[in-house]
């Protein structure tokens, strides 16, 4: 029997670790690109290496984006059938800090891959996802965000992934490489990067909890996102590349919170009952209520958020919310995983996290 073969490009991040399973569970070989780090940065992936079941099936590959040389020589050698690029510098706020790096990753990155496909002569074979992102929309246009919606960029991130964006559906319409968009809303989970803001309120929550820290400072409290589970979304990035035909599809939950219900849920879940006050810079959220023996390191009128400026971006995405028509329809998409479930999760895994922390 031949198997499919799949090059993930980011590997070592969120997502690229659950399609890695999701790939190796549907019997694929999957290859993975990581860069090159002066410490680990294989943490999310290392029990798949290590896994023997998926010996000979899992490899990883020395390559960067900006290195188009490494990525025609990985290509190249492997001949796959997919290949997922979820590789880039995807953090919103740091994009302003390094716009140019942020940019050549995310855009000349993707267009290296692209080129790379055609280099190899694999334009009629491998099939291309890109990650592209509800951040196109920024400035929203729409109520509900869908395929139609006009994009407006409002970071370097999001103009970055715009060029990708199109630099993609170019590839598919010159070359007719079987090249997808999946424009997904924020997904999140345990292996969430800790400075993305739901990954750093569990964590921040359960260092509090076991005394770790004192008190966890946010930026907009009131942006307003469409929250999955990365479990779920990465299965429709494997569902965009199986479609009859090339095409983009946006990928949502089509519920949405705030980053401030979000804190709320995360606090109910641990049976603690806090209270707000204030405004803007001078909001803070203290603990009320809690069970003193279970949580021996907190104290009543604890305040355990405060706002700092440092968190606010030069330009925020205020309000996001998709549409997912098209996928729901053409692709079967329906999430498995709500909001409480992810915080459940999530929570649980920091918790856990912080315990062994406190225990080295
Ligand atoms: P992530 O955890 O930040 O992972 C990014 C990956 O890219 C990491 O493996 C990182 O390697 C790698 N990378 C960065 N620069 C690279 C370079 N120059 N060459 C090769 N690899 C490089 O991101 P994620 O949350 O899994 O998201 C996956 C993709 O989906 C990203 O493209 C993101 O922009 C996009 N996206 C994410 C969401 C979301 O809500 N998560 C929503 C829409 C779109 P290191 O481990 O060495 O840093
Ligand atoms: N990171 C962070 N840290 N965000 C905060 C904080 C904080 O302390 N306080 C409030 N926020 C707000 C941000 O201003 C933003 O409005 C919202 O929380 C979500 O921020 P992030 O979790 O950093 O995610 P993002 O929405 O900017 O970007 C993520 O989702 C995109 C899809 O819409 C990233 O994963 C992108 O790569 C992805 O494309």
Not at 264 to 277: A, G, M, P, T, V
Not at 342 to 356: T, V, Y
């Amino acid at each position: 029997m031949k198997f499919k073969k799949a090059i993930i490009t980011g590997i070592t991040g969120q997502d690229g670790s659950y399609l890695a399973e999701f790939l190796l569970k549907k019997k694929y070989i999957v290859h993975g690109i990581k860069r090159k780090s002066s410490s680990f940065n294989s943490s999310r992936i290392d029990h798949i290496y290590e896994n023997k079941s998926y010996k000979n099936k899992f490899f990883l590959h020395y390559g960067d984006l900006l290195d188009s040389n490494s990525l025609t020589k990985i290509i190249r050698k492997v001949s796959p059938d997919e290949i997922y690029n979820f590789a880039a510098q995807s953090h919103v706020g740091v994009s302003f800090e390094l716009p140019n790096y942020t940019s050549q990753v995310n855009s000349i990155g993707t267009l290296n891959l692209l080129q790379a496909i055609n280099d190899c002569g694999l334009s009629q074979k491998t099939k291309f996802y890109q990650a592209s992102t509800s951040e196109l929309y920024g400035e929203i246009q729409e109520k509900r965000q869908s395929e139609k919606t006009p994009f407006y960029p409002k970071s370097p991130y999001a103009t970055s992934k715009l060029f990708a964006y199109w630099i993609t559906k170019n590839y598919r319409e010159s070359y007719k490489i079987f090249a997808s968009n999946g424009i997904l809303f924020n997904h999140e989970s345990p292996r969430r990067g800790e400075t993305f803001v739901t990954r750093k309120i569990t964590i921040g929550l359960s260092r509090i909890i076991h005394g770790l820290e004192k008190c966890l400072n946010l930026g907009n409290i009131y942006s307003l996102r469409d929250w999955g589970h990365a479990r779920d979304y990465v299965e429709m990035c494997w569902k965009v590349l199986q479609f009859q035909k090339p095409d983009d599809f946006v990928i949502a939950t089509e519920k949405q919170y705030s980053v401030k219900f979000f804190v709320d849920q995360c606090f109910k879940y641990l049976k603690i009952k806090i209270r707000w006050s204030g405004k803007g810079l001078n909001e803070y959220a203290k603990i009320i209520d809690f069970d003193k023996k279970k949580y021996p390191n907190l104290k009543i009128n604890m305040v355990v958020i405060k706002i700092s400026k440092k968190y606010f971006r030069p330009n925020e995405v205020n309000n996001l919310i998709g549409n997912a028509n098209k996928a729901k329809k053409l692709l079967k998409w329906k999430p498995k995983i709500n909001i409480h479930q992810l915080i459940k999760e999530m929570m649980d895994a920091d918790l856990e996290n912080s315990r062994k922390l406190i225990l080295r």
